[in-house]
T-cell receptor
Framework: NAGVMQNPRHLVRRRGQEARLRCSPM?????VYWYRQLPEEGLKFMVY????????ESGMPKERFSAEFPKEGPSILRIQQVVRGDSAAYFC??????????????FGSGTRLTVV | QQPVQSPQAVILREGEDAVINCSSS?????VHWYRQKHGEAPVFLMI?????EQKGHEKISASFNEKKQQSSLYLTASQLSYSGTYFC???????????????FGKGTLLTVNP
């Protein structure tokens, strides 16, 4: 059981470039959640996806940010034209169907994005 | 709606007890508790689904008062390994809904000293 896999662990981008963050959920998990965390701050919800569907994107900026979770392959968080304020740790979590049973969400190790 | 956690920070000596509180202004489906150590991913501790439910994990337990939409995390006889930031996360009740978005509080920094 490999857990939630995120890559890359560290990503450096120049202002104006694109950042692509990948998240492979645990085996058997079909729900994925993305969070952003600034240093010494909490976990800010961004987007909640199920296979091929966006369930809730209320925490994601309307511009430059997008997320997908295709039928095959990992979930992708894409940030276009990055700015210094995008520098943060981005965590992905996954769960099986959350409406059944007392199951927590499993987090990946995160991607630390630095915009220079 | 972000849950409210208190206190923001706690400093303990090994062996002492602590309580961390979490409250919401919205009706809740569940409350989660996680611990995050510096530079690491949050780790799931426990989930509470029913009002008045209390669960335990080693010397860490939690309760959930469904009527007040409040949860408390109890750490007894603290150990050095308990140090970290504790987050409560809540999922709101939605009539007929299927949105299981987990929203976190701002966290409580717990420091256990020898």
């Amino acid at each position: 059981n490999a857990g939630v896999m995120q890559n890359p662990r560290h990503l450096v981008r120049r202002r104006g470039q694109e950042a692509r963050l990948r998240c492979s959920p645990m085996k058997g998990h079909s729900h994925v959640y993305w969070y952003r965390q600034l240093p010494e701050e909490g976990l800010k919800f961004m987007v909640y996806l199920q296979k091929e569907n966006i369930i809730d994107e209320s925490g994601m900026p309307k511009e430059r940010f997008s997320a997908e979770f295709p039928k095959e392959g990992p979930s992708i968080l894409r940030i276009q034209q990055v700015v210094r304020g995008d520098s943060a740790a981005y965590f992905c979590a996954s769960s099986p169907f959350p409406g059944q049973g007392a199951l927590g969400y499993t987090f990946g190790s995160g991607t630390r994005l630095t915009v220079v | 709606q972000q849950p409210v956690q208190s206190p923001q920070a706690v400093i303990l000596r090994e062996g002492e007890d602590a309580v961390i509180n979490c409250s919401s202004s919205k009706a809740l489906y569940s409350v989660h508790w996680y611990r995050q150590k510096h530079g690491e991913a949050p780790v799931f501790l426990m989930i509470l689904l029913k009002g008045g439910e209390q669960k335990g994990h080693e010397k860490i337990s939690a309760s959930f008062n469904e009527k007040k939409q409040q949860s408390s995390l109890y750490l007894t006889a603290s150990q050095l390994s308990y140090s970290g930031t504790y987050f409560c996360g809540t999922i709101q009740s939605e009539r007929g809904g299927s949105n299981y978005k987990l929203t976190f509080g701002k966290g409580t920094l717990l420091t256990v000293n020898p």
